[in-house]
């Protein structure tokens, strides 16, 4: 029987995505429904077929399994930004070790088993940073699931208080005064994003992206400063940025100062960061600590040894290995965030670490050219990985050991495969949930050209 809009089934959930949907078979074709957990027996309604799979919602739970849960947030259903409100922690992170293992074996051709995942203390009001998109309303939240459609989140539970407090400072201002949201429709309207960056201390960042030219006055720009600093008193500084693009990038090129500093300060491993708000930087300060650990115990250093960090950001990884290293050369392509990086390099006082400005590509092709053979190399590149020549590049320098941290098992799968074609075997993984009830998850790999490396 052919699968169909609109037909009721009732099905045993097999398996479940990352995104937090249950994963089942009619006749054959996978169906992915949404909100229902492994082992579960549910009836559900085909809502869409595709060509090769089919998408249903639940009509009722008919067998529930023992890690199911109620929902702790009002705007879970709502809210594309929570997955697995609807499961217990502990399903969580099964499903997420579940999809690194799987994306090595099945992308990567690796045979290695992925016992460890490294849970989070606490899930909750974990982010130190947040981008709250702005609508008419106003309306300041979170996308709905696979739209535009801002929802108006009053306290999401993944971010710090004091973003709770800004953003119902601003929607006070913008309500007060009459200032007009961004419509990306029309290209109309002023305010776009709320940046909001919060540091260990409990102090706070925050920028607003604006529809406007750079060095433009925002109206009444003086009254939505105090109604900040009044929203939270504990606010180191006012920024706009200006992004009059049509675009989905949330920050444009220019900032300005309205009030304060235009960074935070912030300790990480025991050693202090200045962050911009262009600057990179991991958003969960307690699992970040975990999975630099993880990397600086996969490099294996024993004090001589000369480290290059590729997309090295404000220089976060460089400088916990430099206490560890002989030399360390960062590389990053941001000038804002190379500019942070030599900065934390001298706040703490370290003298082995250098940092360059430039494309990981160019910069690792000219210190090829130049004779350097680090005995390790780091990257944790973007979602989207290695560029093929990159991978090349740090294959011909010989290291002793490549760390790979990666944000997406696909990628790194794909860039494991390719390393592995250049005599590089896979000897350690280990995930590390850095995005408690989101799909993401992070995975630190040791690679080695060498038998002996453990």
Known sequence: MAV????????????????????????????FV????????????????GHSAAWAGVKRIVEPSPERREPDCPHYVDCGGCRFRHASYAEELEVKRRRVEDALKRIGGVDITVDTIHGAASPDRYRNKAQFPVAQGPRVGFYRPRTHQVVDIKDCLLQPVQCTALAGALR???????????????????????????DR????????????????????????????RSGLPSLTG????????????????????????????????GLTFRISPRSFYQVNRAQCEVLYGLATE?????????VLDLYCGI???????????GRVIGVEVVPEAVEDARENARRNGVGNAEFWCGDASDAAKRLLDQGLRPRVVVVDPPRKGLAEDVVDTIAAMGPDRVVYVSCDPAT?????????????????????????????????VLMSCNDSVP
Not at 179 to 184: F, G, H, R, V
Not at 208 to 215: F, H, P
Not at 413 to 433: M, P, S, T
């Open 4 to 31: 169909k809009e609109g037909q009721l089934h009732r099905v045993r959930i097999d398996n479940c995505t990352v995104d937090g949907d249950g994963m089942a078979r009619i006749d054959g074709m996978a169906v």
């Open 34 to 49: 949404h909100g229902a957990l492994r082992g579960e027996l549910a009836d559900v309604i085909i809502e869409h077929v």
């Open 315 to 325: 220089g976060t990884i460089s400088l916990v290995m430099a206490r560890r290293a």
């Open 298 to 306: 996969f490099a294996g250093l024993a004090g001589k040894e000369t």
């Open 172 to 198: 006070g201002w913008m309500a007060g005064r009459g200032i007009p949201a961004y419509d990306e429709k029309g290209h109309t309207g002023l305010i776009r994003h709320l940046y909001v960056r919060t």
């Open 412 to 444: 790194l799968a794909r860039d494991v495969k390719r390393f592995g074609a250049l005599g590089y075997a896979v000897r350690r993984a280990e995930a590390v949930d850095m995005f408690p009830r989101t799909g993401h998850v992070e995975t630190v």
């Open 238 to 269: 006012v920024v706009l940025n200006y992004n009059p693009a049509r675009t989905n990038v949330v920050l444009g090129r220019d900032f300005r100062t309205l009030w304060g500093r235009d960074w935070l300060e912030d300790e990480l491993c």
């Open 201 to 228: 201390a409990g102090e706070a960042l925050c920028c607003l992206v604006v529809n406007a030219s750079a060095g433009q006055a925002l109206p009444f720009e003086g009254e939505l400063v105090s109604a900040l």
